[in-house]
């Protein structure tokens, strides 16, 4: 006789379930994949949701995250006018259409020592 599941139980299936179902982020214009939101992460305990102006006085939002696939770098790292102070940035563009999608900082001295700021706007969220 099926008793049904324990509250633990349900829980536990509830958790896979929203394992298989990760939502995925996609380049915009060609569709390629770029990151996963589970790689979201804080920088200098700030949310990983900003909005910066940069020296020309475009406004972006970005979101920073831990890890991305299928980015290249387009220019040398520049520590002038860093949104993050002591981290150097890199232009990151699509490896696919050549987009620009957002920017890489890295400073091995520094917690987090590589983390990546993408364009909110330029990407596709999708569950997968």
Wanted: glycine share 8%; aromatic share 12%.
């Amino acid at each position: 006789m099926f008793l049904g599941f324990t509250e633990t139980q349900k829980q536990q299936k509830t958790s896979r379930l929203k394992q298989k179902k990760r939502k995925r982020l996609f380049c915009r214009v060609c569709g390629s994949r770029i990151s996963d939101m589970r790689y979201l992460t804080s920088v200098d305990g700030g949310s990983p949701n900003r909005v910066f102006r940069n020296p020309n006085g475009y406004l972006y939002e970005i979101i920073t995250l831990s890890d991305c696939e299928g980015l290249q770098d387009t220019s040398p790292p520049i520590l002038e006018e860093t949104w993050f102070p002591g981290y150097p940035w890199v232009v990151l563009h699509c490896s696919s259409c050549l987009t620009h999608l957002g920017w890489r900082w890295e400073n091995p001295g520094r917690i987090p020592s590589l983390f990546y700021g993408l364009i909110r706007e330029r990407l596709v969220e999708k569950e997968n």
